[in-house]
């Protein structure tokens, strides 16, 4: 089992930053997957970003590519996601996820991650 524990959204203005944290327990290997998808309201859960636990084979989704950074600290297993130059249009509740094994070909889909943290709401204003 994993538990994934996410703190750190908030209200910030466009163009802020804010550093969201995920602290994981449980049985974790550098094989496996940890990320941080994102579902705003109606709408779909969505990939933002993923990493092998080992803090290798990084990817981010299109739209946050050059604002965001996912990052590890491996003394207190907490997985971050720094986001900087905050739109409106990331605008959601931020769950980060894990799955054992980090599969090349389906890291962006939701449906493929067994555990889940409770989400975080971020909230850029205009």
């Known amino acids: 089992q994993v538990q994934l524990v996410e703190s750190g959204g908030g209200l910030v203005q466009t163009g802020g930053s804010l550093r969201l944290s995920c602290a994981a327990s449980?049985?974790?290997?550098?094989?496996?997957?940890v990320g941080w998808f994102r579902q705003a309201s109606g709408k779909e859960r969505t990939f933002v970003a993923t990493m092998r636990y080992s803090g290798a084979s990084i990817y981010y989704s299109d739209s946050v590519k050059g604002r965001f950074t996912i990052s590890k600290d491996s003394a207190n297993n907490t997985v971050y996601l720094q986001m900087n130059a905050l739109k409106p249009e990331d605008t959601a509740v931020y769950y980060c996820?894990?799955?054992?094994?980090?599969?090349?070909?389906?890291?962006?889909?939701?449906?493929?991650?067994?555990?889940w943290g409770q989400g975080t709401q971020v909230t850029v204003a205009s």
């Open positions: 449980g049985r974790l290997f550098g094989r496996s997957a």
């Open positions: 996820a894990a799955r054992p094994e980090f599969v090349y070909t389906d890291f962006f889909e939701a449906r493929k991650y067994d555990y």
